[in-house]
């Protein structure tokens, strides 16, 4: 009877999360995928919300969330994979509806094609709220979990490449992953030297 009650009790957490959250992040990377060109007389306000924007809207992101998701709400990997796509199938399906009413001007595309664009984002995002969910998991269980964060982030940098450095927002969002990237090797070194302690006390 406890149990369920903690089941209950869990699911509506998760909801509420994915609900709050999801529309965030959905109206977040429709502004990012509308964002003006900053120009010189750009105010500090407009940079620091173009800059969340774009961070919010970036894969990085987007599988920290749901790492967050199995971290937080599954106690299981099966859980933690169920919870981690559910997460992301609603916040790409958020995605798509407010920017539908965010769009300008409306694109004629084909059935076929509509249903082929919505196959690999739907696909993708189920893939990647799986995979996110899974290491968020297993970050309770193992630190080293983070590698694979760490790995993604580096791809992320390689893929904005050289020209990403060109621009404040870009450059910004760049300087952010590195932050990271520093800060998860920092973590799992320390971590590491606090097992190789306990292993030499035993």
């Known amino acids: 009877m406890k149990e369920n009650k903690e089941n ?13 959250v999801g529309l965030i992040v959905a109206f977040f990377s429709v502004f990012s995928d509308n964002l003006p ?3 010189d007389g750009v105010t500090v306000i407009e940079l620091i919300i173009s800059y969340l924007a774009v961070m919010i809207n970036s894969l990085p992101m987007w599988f920290i ?3 967050l998701v199995g971290y937080m709400f599954s106690r299981n990997i099966r859980e933690a994979a169920l919870l981690g796509a559910i997460y992301t ?7 798509f509806v407010i920017g539908h009413f965010n769009t300008d001007a409306a694109v004629s595309l084909s059935f076929k094609e509509q249903a082929f664009i919505y196959a690999s984002w739907y696909g993708a995002s189920t893939i990647g ?4 969910g899974i290491v968020g998991f297993l970050i309770k269980k193992t630190p080293y979990a983070l590698l694979v964060l760490l790995a ?14 060109s621009d404040i927002i870009g450059i910004a969002q760049n300087v952010t992953y590195c932050l990271m990237i520093v800060s998860i090797v920092i973590y799992l070194v320390i971590m590491k030297k606090n097992e190789g302690r306990e292993y030499l006390r035993m």
């Open 129 to 132: 709220g799986i995979l996110g």
């Open 8 to 20: 209950r009790g869990n699911w509506r957490k998760f909801i509420s999360f994915t609900f709050i």
């Open 89 to 95: 199938i609603s916040a790409i399906s958020f995605y």
């Open 37 to 39: 060109y900053m120009s």
């Open 152 to 165: 993604g982030l580096f791809l992320q940098l390689f893929v904005n490449g050289i020209r990403s450095w």
């Open 65 to 67: 969330l749901a790492m």
